[in-house]
């Protein structure tokens, strides 16, 4: 099987990671976007510039975005038609909190997110992170990564038909290479959105080697 592997860099080093990356055939991805082409947004960063920079992908709604900065489905949902008017690929980060999956609330939270931040166009990646998992250590079990992964799959699949079966989907959420394995043989797992553990090259490349073939 190929693999495709992207590197989200801050966005100070998206020029230098670019070239860098450009005959090596690493993607580079931005961590975030503004939504609008151009305008009064000092110190934001435009999709156009992401791509000015040589990136090809863009994180939208990352758990850390909706929380500290209080993004909302809509305003992911503008992010994401962004990025593809600027020719990029986003990442689009859907999860629930521990709350909310201790309420038994993780499908209606998908079925929500998934409902009101899914651009027009069905070319995605939906990374499903669970925000409690993130950067704790702790992971959900198999059978959980399973359902919602069939769960976004289904939706995915009656919102852009067939084209919808052919959205990746990646697990995120302290992925490391102790679990990439079992994580990545999971039906509907497509790949992963690594955090902490890409943060060391030995272990992104461990996590790398666990990719079906």
């Known amino acids: 099987a190929r693999l495709d592997l992207a590197v989200g860099v801050p966005a100070t080093l998206l020029i230098e990671a670019a070239n860098a990356m450009a005959d090596c055939g690493i993607a580079i991805a931005a961590q975030d976007c503004h939504h609008n082409l151009s305008g009064a947004h000092t110190g934001d960063i435009s999709a156009e510039m992401v791509a000015d920079c040589g990136a090809r992908y863009v994180i939208v709604g990352h758990s850390e975005r909706r929380t500290d900065h209080r993004e909302s489905d809509g305003d992911i949902r503008q992010k994401a038609q962004a990025a593809l008017r600027a020719g990029l690929t986003p990442i689009l980060c859907i999860g ?37 998992a993130i950067g704790t250590g702790l992971t959900p079990t198999l059978e959980d990564v399973t359902k919602a992964h069939a769960f976004i799959r289904h939706t995915l699949t009656r919102r852009f038909g067939e084209a919808g079966s052919g959205i990746r989907i990646l697990y995120g959420g302290s992925v490391k290479p102790s679990n990439a394995g079992d994580i990545l043989a999971v039906a509907n797992v497509d790949g992963a959105l690594v955090g902490g553990a890409s943060l060391k090259a030995a272990d992104l490349m461990a996590i790398c080697r666990c990719v079906p073939v």
Request: glycine content about 2%; cysteine-free; hydrophobic content about 40%.
């Open 96 to 132: 629930e909190t521990k709350q909310q999956r201790d309420d038994g609330l993780t499908l209606a939270i998908l079925a929500e997110q998934l409902e009101h931040s899914l651009p027009d166009s069905p070319e995605l990646v939906i990374a499903y992170e669970p925000v409690w």
